[in-house]
């Protein structure tokens, strides 16, 4: 792996010219807005502030937040808002399922904000929401990037006991940045999710990503693959981080990391047995989705 020097710092606030994308249609973001809007429901594209919000939207895609807009955990990588939620929804899957059907989705991909606060965590309200999708939506494929419930192994297999096709949850950064921008977060406790997951549903995809460009070195980058894979992952995701602010709250980028390099990283995950790598600078855990499920159900499908 070459190493990847910083090619601009984030004080200068300038991205390179690899992140210049088309202008998104409008008329069909706005149209998604308000169909979001008159079923209550939240998007972790807008809440997060994806970069690829205007090209998802426009080919009628969407990552559904469930358990509402606030989460219990601060990190300093996010945009989602921190505080006291609000009780959940009971009629959340319900209005999910409508949604994935008036969108005429074939693969839904469903997240959240972390729900420390309740006492399942949100593990049933994620269940319930992978059941109704499959009752109101036959066909449809279903992936869940979950929170680490504190490596609750009873919420975990609540989960998994909905029958998803993949399910997701995201180590994000190296071990030594956790205490500094995760703090209510823990890299191993991640990494035991992930393979609590694999053991106790084989059948079911198991995903991971993380992000480059916090203050990690390569030899973090190749650890980081390197744990994900030895916990049983499938899919891997990697992509740049982006501040969502200039603001004190969040962390500044350290570097911005070229396309090439983010192919070499790719390349080199393959190698270590990964079945699909997404990896490059506006990868993220739900950008195009089920490219990694439908490679990977191919690759269970060959003889």
Not at 17 to 38: G, N, S, T
Not at 168 to 188: K, T
Request: charged residues 25%; hydrophobic residues 40%; aromatic residues 6%.
């Amino acid at each position: 792996m070459v190493n990847a020097l910083p090619e601009k710092l984030a004080s200068q606030y300038a991205l390179p010219a690899w992140f210049r994308q088309e202008i998104p249609d409008i008329p069909k973001i706005k149209k998604m807005q308000m169909l979001l809007r008159d079923r209550r429901l939240s998007t972790v594209c807008e809440e997060a502030r994806c970069p690829n919000m205007g090209q998802c939207w426009g080919r009628g895609v969407a990552t559904f937040m469930i358990l509402g807009e606030v989460c219990t955990r601060s990190c300093s990588f996010c945009n989602v808002t921190t505080g006291k939620p609000a009780i959940p929804d009971p009629s959340e899957p319900e209005h999910v399922a409508e949604m994935v059907k008036n969108l005429g989705l074939k693969y839904a991909v469903i997240t959240s904000v972390t729900r420390d606060d309740l006492e399942d965590e949100g593990a049933e309200q994620f269940a319930r929401t992978v059941r109704r999708i499959k009752q109101a939506n036959p066909g449809v494929a279903v992936e869940l990037l979950i929170p680490d419930f504190s490596g609750r192994e009873s919420l975990i297999e609540r989960v998994i006991a909905a029958a998803p096709e993949v399910i997701g949850h995201n180590i994000e950064m190296a071990e030594h940045l956790f205490p500094f921008i995760r703090p209510q977060a823990d890299y191993h406790r991640s990494l035991k999710v992930l393979k609590m997951i694999k053991k106790k549903a084989p059948g079911i995809m198991v995903k991971s990503g993380f992000m480059v460009g916090l203050g990690e070195t390569d030899a973090d980058v190749e650890k980081m693959m390197e744990d994900i894979r030895q916990a049983g992952c499938d899919i891997l995701t990697i992509g740049q981080y982006l501040s969502p602010s200039r603001g004190l709250r969040h962390v500044p980028v350290q570097r911005f990391v070229h396309p090439e390099v983010f192919d070499q990283y790719r390349q080199h995950s393959l190698r270590m047995g990964f079945s699909h790598v997404l990896s490059g600078p506006l990868v993220r855990s739900s950008y195009i989705a089920e490219s990694g499920y439908e490679a990977c159900r191919e690759l269970l499908e060959r003889p």
